[in-house]
T-cell receptor, first 110, second 114 residues
Framework: QQPVQSPQAVILREGEDAVINCSSS?????VHWYRQKHGEAPVFLMI?????EQKGHEKISASFNEKKQQSSLYLTASQLSYSGTYFC???????????FGTGTRLTVIP | DVKVTQSSRYLVKRTGEKVFLECVQD?????MFWYRQDPGLGLRLIYF???????EKGDIPEGYSVSREKKERFSLILESASTNQTSMYLC?????????????FGSGTQLSVL
């Protein structure tokens, strides 16, 4: 039931952009995005609800295509602080019960 | 700020031991979750609970059980620990008010079963 994330890893230079994709085989009520830095707890970034709503958080935004059950996370003008592993979580029941993807490790270098 | 506290950061146990992982949250959240995190596999849901004395199986409940006697506390139990249960365990909580509520995670317990 886990969503599939791609790519598995990406290396960026500061200022470059990246897109992380998340695809579910099951219909979703919402998609959550979290970032986890090494040795720390995952931290919430944003929630996308059904309807294709696009949300933003600093220079990070995301979209959710309900027809395709796909979500994408857009990181623009990346900063060193963006490094970490990004997880998408799909809510299949509407009860906040999330199934997470396998993660995308993002490394931003100077 | 919401605080989700996991009792141990690191734990080493022997095969066959009964292991208790404790999680406490201080924001009166109804929902609590246990995940395990393994390299390349992401976070996988073990069990969750929407209320006291209530529990539901997640994706990988085999070999685990849970207890929720009080609203703020959600315990994960490994009845007879095995080496393949060596992992990082993350507890999370959220309110039940609506579907757009984020999860708050604890810092995790790294369990090693020898």
């Amino acid at each position: 039931q886990q969503p599939v994330q791609s790519p598995q890893a990406v290396i960026l230079r500061e200022g470059e952009d990246a897109v992380i994709n998340c695809s579910s085989s099951k219909a979703l009520y919402s998609v959550h995005w979290y970032r986890q830095k090494h040795g720390e707890a995952p931290v919430f970034l944003m929630i996308l609800l059904k309807g294709g709503e696009q949300k933003g958080h600093e220079k990070i935004s995301a979209s959710f295509n309900e027809k395709k059950q796909q979500s994408s996370l857009y990181l623009t003008a990346s900063q060193l602080s963006y490094s970490g592993t990004y997880f998408c979580g799909g809510d299949q029941t509407g009860a906040n019960n999330l199934f997470f993807g396998t993660g995308t490790r993002l490394t931003v270098i100077p | 700020d919401v605080k989700v506290t996991q009792s141990s950061r690191y734990l080493v146990k022997r095969t066959g031991e009964k292991v208790f992982l404790e999680c406490v949250q201080d924001m009166d959240h109804e929902n609590m979750f246990w995940y395990r995190q393994d390299p390349g596999l992401g976070l996988r849901l073990i069990y969750f609970s929407y209320d006291v004395k209530m529990k539901e199986k997640g994706d990988i409940p085999e070999g685990y059980s849970v207890s929720r006697e009080k609203k703020e506390r959600f315990s994960l139990i490994l009845e007879s620990a095995s080496t393949n249960q060596t992992s990082m365990y993350l507890c999370a909580s959220s309110p039940r008010d609506s579907i757009n509520e984020k999860l708050f995670f604890g810092s995790g317990t790294q369990l090693s079963v020898l």
